[in-house]
């Protein structure tokens, strides 16, 4: 759980960094090359600096030891932070699609000049250092299970995104398209809403116990059969607590063996499914007997 709490700060610390960087970049660029779009866009990029402290306070909390209020530890407090994402991130999109809907009822985008080619390169730069950091985050999402590193990585795709839209009003203003902006940014809208829309739900899951993935109940009951003296497996149940899984199973045993050899086969599946299943923070074994 250090470890996960070393590397998932880490990940956020760089999310701010490179935000910071990329905010104060785009911003002069803005300005300099008289594009309102790139302003924007900086105002977002800065926006996701919140987000990414808000992963770091979710990260600290959920890996604080159980105590005697919290016997089961901590961890969805990072699957809270996980949901407050989600609703920035569904904000976000939803301030984009109506700032575009705005820009078209009112012909505001007929007005705009057209800005400097430094505009354009400053857009490029965001996109592809966007994308560069979204990729980064989420793959670090996946390595460590984390809903809110993952939450955060979308807000970097949806900064790419924002700037994927500036970029495309940016040009279409230089060659007299100024529509295709506010166009393009109702598209980006959709795909961040979406976004938010499945990280909201992935949080949700793992906040009422849901149970894991059938593949990986499969995979505990082959561990489990394996154990020596485990006759059969009557009953397994699992449950998702944060980025932890807890696991409730059933075995069965010859009936006729002493209570400390039933006590050891417990203790082997038990030793074994969590050996082999880092995820899994606790089992609980119980053992009914089978009469010869």
Known sequence: MENFQKTAVKVSYVSIIGNLILSVFKLFAGISANSGAM?????????DVFSSFIVIIGVKVSART?????????ERMECVSAIVLAV??????????????RNISSGKYQTSE????????????????KELMFWYTRFYAKY????????DAWHHRSDALSSVGALVGIVGTRMGFSVLEPLASLLI???????????????????????????????????????SGVKNIDLLRTRIFGNRIYADIEISADG???LNDAHSIAENVHSAVEMQFPEIKHIMVHVNPIQN
Not at 88 to 101: N, P, R, S, W
């Open 39 to 47: 302003v924007s866009d900086a105002v977002h990029s800065a926006s």
């Open 66 to 74: 159980e105590d005697k209020e919290h016997p089961y530890g901590h």
């Open 88 to 101: 920035v991130l569904l904000v976000t999109g939803l301030f984009i699609g109506a700032d575009a809907l």
């Open 114 to 129: 057209p800005p400097e080619l430094l505009a354009v390169i400053s857009a490029v730069v965001s996109i592809a250092a």
């Open 144 to 151: 460590l299970n984390s809903d809110a590193l993952m939450a």
């Open 189 to 227: 809208c959709v795909f961040i809403m979406k976004a938010s829309v499945e990280i909201f739900r992935e949080a949700v899951d793992k906040m009422i116990d849901h149970s894991c993935d059938e593949n990986t109940e499969n995979l505990i009951r082959d561990c489990v059969l394996k154990q």
């Open 256 to 258: 006729k063996i002493s």
